[in-house]
């Protein structure tokens, strides 16, 4: 189940945290300085309050457009994930807030993400059903490799980089081009030519999921 909300206290951590934040070729501070430029680390809770305030129509529809396209989308997804995963992750609890920051993290321990309430309808969807691809894929990964998820980290290092590439291959098979009407594009340009060698191994292990694919990928990414 998606469940799409608010949560504007969430907005002031994100703030705090990425305004001076980039990775990889990704400046997440500079975005939110692009979006907004009258923001500061004094006034950002007031700024963000007033935002909201004068804002809330926009970003209710925003929400709520969100809501119904998951309603539309999200049996066929949570069908094409049970196909590569093999486990029907539809009765699974994920959190979807809209925010005003152009950021989309997703926290794994608690399955929540964020979405800019302005993109477009169909690029929000695209942002959930990304990060909840994120969620499925690391679940999954330590019900596999026990030993080795508890020794890699979820936010950088090999783990972090594999389930960003695993993203894009999956979104771009055909089950999942056919929700999201559009390619999947690696969000930092840095893992290109990594990303080029994990599919490979993809279609050597004939697009299974399984410890071979899994240890294969890590070996490379690690070397």
């Known amino acids: 189940m998606i469940k799409i909300a608010l949560n504007i206290k969430?907005?002031?951590q994100i703030y705090a945290e990425f305004r001076d934040f980039s990775v990889l070729g990704v400046d997440f501070g500079?975005?939110?300085k692009k979006n907004h430029p009258d923001i500061n680390l004094k006034n950002y809770k007031k700024y963000i309050d007033e935002f909201y305030k004068e804002n809330g129509a926009?970003?209710?529809?925003?929400?709520?457009?969100?809501s119904g396209t998951i309603n539309q989308k999200s049996d066929l997804y949570f069908t094409a994930i049970k196909k590569y995963f093999g486990v029907d992750?539809?009765?699974e609890n994920y959190k979807g807030y809209i925010s005003i920051f152009d950021c989309n993290p997703?926290?794994?321990?608690?399955k929540s993400f964020q979405v800019f309430y302005e993109k477009?309808?169909?690029?929000?969807?695209?942002v959930c059903f990304h990060e909840i691809t994120h969620f499925t894929f690391f679940d999954y990964f330590e019900k596999l490799l026990p030993a080795k998820y508890e020794s890699l980290d979820r936010n950088s290092g090999v783990l972090w980089e594999l389930s960003e590439i695993i993203n894009v291959i999956l979104l771009n098979e055909p089950e999942f081009r056919s929700i999201l009407q559009k390619e999947e594009k690696l969000f930092y340009p840095s893992l290109e030519n990594k990303f080029k060698e994990i599919k490979t191994i993809w279609i050597n292990s004939d697009k299974c999921l399984?410890?071979?694919f899994m240890q294969k990928s890590l070996a490379y990414l690690a070397h």
């Open 10 to 12: 969430l907005d002031y």
């Open 30 to 32: 500079l975005q939110i």
């Open 58 to 66: 926009a970003i209710e529809i925003s929400t709520s457009e969100l």
């Open 89 to 91: 992750y539809s009765k």
């Open 106 to 110: 997703r926290f794994v321990d608690d």
């Open 120 to 126: 477009s309808g169909l690029d929000k969807l695209r």
């Open 210 to 212: 399984d410890s071979n």
